[in-house]
Every structure is written in C-alpha cells, then in structure tokens.
C-alpha cells in the first residue's frame, strides 16, 4: 500500500476544484503543444530530444558516470537549442495566441475593406489570370507588415484595378515580388516574403504560392495568388491554401476572411447607386416648380 501512497493522496487533492483547474490547464497546454508540432519537421527533432533524455536518465539509472558527464555538459545548453531549433514553432505560437486575445484597439481593422475595394482585387485578379499573368497580392489586417513593406518599393498608392494590372505587367520593374495592400491603399510593392517550411505542400506550389502560405502563416493576412503557368487562382489564409476559384469564389472568400457581410457591401453599393438618382429627381423637382 505505500507504492500508492501517493496516488491516493494525489486523488485526494483532486477534490480542490484549484487542482481541478490546475489539471485541466496542463492538458490544454499539452495538446496546444502537440497539435502545433504535428506535421511539422519539429516532430523529428522532438523525438530526437526525447532519445537524449531517455539517455541520460539511463545514464543516471546505471551509474554510466562518463556519459553522464558527457550529456550534463549538454544539458546546459539545451535550452537555447530548443529555442534555435524551434524558432518557426515557438513564434507561430505566440502568433496564434496573439490572434486569439485580442484587444480592441488592436481590432479596429476588421471589416476594414468596404465600399467595393475587394472588387478591384477581384477584377484584377481575374483579367491577370485570363493572360497567365502571376501575381501576388497580401491584405494586411490585425498584424502590421511593416518590415514586408520596408523590404520593398513604398507606393501609397490608391488602390485601383488599373495600378495592380500595370504593376504585375511581366515588362515592369515591379512584376517581381507581392504587391501589400493596407487600408484601401497599396503600401509596397516588390516586396519578397518568407517562403513557408511545410513539407505537406503539393510539389506543383511554385515560389509565388509557398510565399503566399508562408506570410499567412506568421501573420493574420490573407493573400490572393495568379498563378503564372496554369491561370488559376488561389486564396491563402491561416496557411491554407484554395486554388482554382473563379471571381465569385475569391470575393466571398475575401469578405468572409475580412468579416464583412455581403449583404451589407450590397446595401452600400445600391445606396451609391440611388444617390445619384435621388439628386436628378430632386433637381428635376427644383427645375418643375
């Protein structure tokens, strides 16, 4: 009975709903771990390190002491091993937790694409893909992308279908790279992205399509991609990646991820568009009497 004199007394505590809480906060974190290591090249490395503590705990069970020497000189550095070996983890981490506590001065951009800006991105991607033209465009939202746009050509620029048709023409200088878009402008254009490390991926992901996936994965943008050597068009969001989709697709799938209601941005345009019908009523009216 006294092998489970712990247990026993562990099952005990048990009872506190603070060791409830205790217990449940461990699993959580544990499967937050677990689920951002599946899939991932950090798994080979995990159990690497898991060998290395079997090994030294062997060492320690039988008295190894020249082993045990050896990996105690290891250990000290493990730490920062991990941090260098799991950097692409740890930050995804803390981007994903960065994304979900969310406070609202750091949400005042959602929603923010309105008034038929969307459709210019649409259009655009739309007339490219009809020449095979490649193209890559990311919309900024929550996390800023300052160091993409410092990385490249600044604009400032009105965001227009004309200006992102004759940036992605293969005879100007700026058709190479991903073009920002920010709060209905176009910040930078030229500008390179991270290419993501997911070895998942379809060989047929060109350069475009992985960098498209990779800055979607450590920021909450979202990216449309013009492939050049099929036409098809993708959306990227969150890593994910959804190819062939024709202009009706790309626009939900943008006024989804940017949490703006389709009925709403109808309301705004049939408003704009009664506008000025309104005013030639009233006119003829001032003109009648």
């Excluded at 809480?21 to 950090?42: C, E, I, S």
Aim: aromatic share 6%; net charge positive.
């Amino acid at each position: 009975m006294l092998l489970f004199a712990p247990y026993t007394e562990y099952m005990e505590r048990l009872r506190e709903s603070r060791n409830v809480l205790d217990l449940v906060l461990v699993f959580v974190l544990v499967y937050a771990v677990l689920k951002l290591l599946r899939g991932t090249r950090a798994v080979p490395m995990a159990a690497g390190i898991a060998a290395f503590a079997l090994l030294y705990w062997l060492a320690l069970r039988y008295d190894l002491a020249t082993l045990e020497y050896v990996l105690r000189g290891v250990l000290l550095y493990l730490p920062i091993l991990i941090i260098v070996l799991f950097q692409s983890e740890i930050r995804q981490a803390f981007i994903s937790l960065g994304n979900r506590i969310r406070l609202p001065l750091l949400t005042r951009q959602r929603g923010q694409f309105g008034e038929g800006v969307y459709d210019e991105i649409v259009l655009a991607a739309t007339t490219l893909a009809s020449t095979k033209t490649g193209a890559l465009v990311v919309i900024e939202r929550g996390i800023g992308l300052k160091n993409v746009v410092d990385g490249g050509v600044r604009l400032d620029a009105e965001l227009s279908y004309d200006l992102l048709v004759t940036i992605f023409n293969p005879t100007t200088p700026l058709h190479d790279g991903a073009v920002v878009v920010r709060r209905h402008r176009i910040a930078a254009a030229a500008c390179f992205l991270p290419l993501t490390l997911n070895p998942r991926l379809s060989k047929d992901l060109g350069t475009r399509h992985r960098a498209a996936i990779g800055i979607t994965e450590d920021t909450d943008a979202v990216a449309v991609v013009v492939s050049e050597e099929t036409g098809l068009i993708s959306f990227v969001q969150r890593g994910e990646i959804r190819r062939g989709l024709d202009a009706t697709q790309l626009r939900t799938a943008i006024l989804s991820a940017l949490e703006v209601s389709p009925r709403r941005e109808e309301k705004k345009q049939e408003k704009k568009q009664a506008a000025p019908v309104e005013a030639e009523t009233e006119r003829n009216e001032v003109v009648s009497m």
